[in-house]
């Protein structure tokens, strides 16, 4: 299921520490990591020759890593939008996985989802993990992060959609790194208060159905009631849940992207790590979001 994985690095310690939490994936099929650094043109100025330089070098230091590991290691230092670079990278070399840091609440409130984390989550075609980094020290550029096990329980939103189904499809192929599964539907909007338990249980029994179906898991289900980014982010909490995963489907004010508004709430609010799967609403929209984005940039002629 998941071959080939691409790596943005920027050199900081939460790179290092993502280098790391992919090894588990070998275990699921991971071949190849690919190692991206993208000098940001924006900002290199006519710095941009050394910035290349001194990135090939520490690239090939990380590239090393991933061979220590067994892995096939590809390294590439582009030149541009960083972003957008990302994005295009990730299509073009057919990854089944990208794999992004960011720090969670706390200390570096403002730092909680990066402007490219949140740009590919938003874009991207292909599967995402966002890992969450603690702030241990206010200002300093110190994270600590304990990734090991990542995949070992994982919480799975349910609203029984064909794309929420999707992220079942995907857990299947977990089964030699995951071993507890939870299950978690959330009613909001409640209407009528004297027929809520017997959709509860309509719901429970739903969600067992497809607990059945996946073998080799630990499976548990709830149901509860509320909103749903609020209490899923809850419940990763006191269920003390590895990965939240669940399908990134467009809706609401953002249903001309790929990330929904409970998936956008979710990786906002949690401190967990969360696998976004893509949903089938926008998905062929993004090259040509990227293309239009890219002649909004060009300067006009003069």
């Not at 699921?28 to 900002?43: A, M, N, P, T, W």
């Amino acid at each position: 299921m998941i071959s080939t994985v691409l790596v943005p690095t920027d050199f900081t310690i939460e790179t290092e520490d993502l280098l790391g939490c992919i090894g588990e994936l070998q275990h699921v099929g991971l071949k190849k990591v690919i190692l991206l650094h993208v000098v940001d043109i924006l900002k290199a100025h006519g710095l941009t020759p050394m910035f290349e330089r001194n990135a090939r070098e520490k690239i090939e230091e990380y590239a090393a890593f991933v061979r220590e590991m067994e892995l096939e290691a590809e390294t590439s230092v582009v030149v541009g939008d960083v972003k957008r670079t990302i994005a295009e990278l990730a299509e073009k070399k057919g990854v089944d996985l990208i794999v992004m840091g960011t720090t969670t609440p706390g200390i570096i409130r403002g730092k909680l989802l990066g402007r490219t984390t949140e740009y590919i989550v938003r874009k991207s075609k292909k599967m995402v993990l966002v890992e969450k980094y603690d702030a241990l020290k206010e200002g300093k550029e110190a994270y600590a992060k304990a990734c090991t096990a990542t995949f070992s329980r994982v919480l799975v939103p349910m609203d029984c959609s064909p794309e929420a189904m999707r992220a079942v499809r995907v857990l299947s192929s977990f089964e030699g790194i995951t071993r507890e599964v939870l299950l978690v539907h959330v009613i909001e909007n409640i209407k009528d208060l004297d027929a809520l338990e017997e959709q509860r249980e309509e719901v429970l029994q739903m969600l067992r159905k497809i607990g059945v179906g996946l073998k080799g898991f630990d499976v548990r289900c709830r149901v509860v009631e509320g909103i749903p980014s609020d209490e899923i982010s809850r419940l990763a909490l006191i269920e003390e849940v590895t990965l939240i995963m669940m399908t990134a489907r467009g809706g609401g004010i953002i249903e001309e992207l790929l990330l929904g508004s409970t998936a956008e709430n979710v990786l906002r609010k949690t401190t967990k790590p969360v696998l976004l799967i893509p949903g089938g609403n926008g998905a062929g929209k993004v090259e040509k979001e990227i293309k239009d984005e890219r002649e909004e940039d060009k300067p006009e002629a003069s």
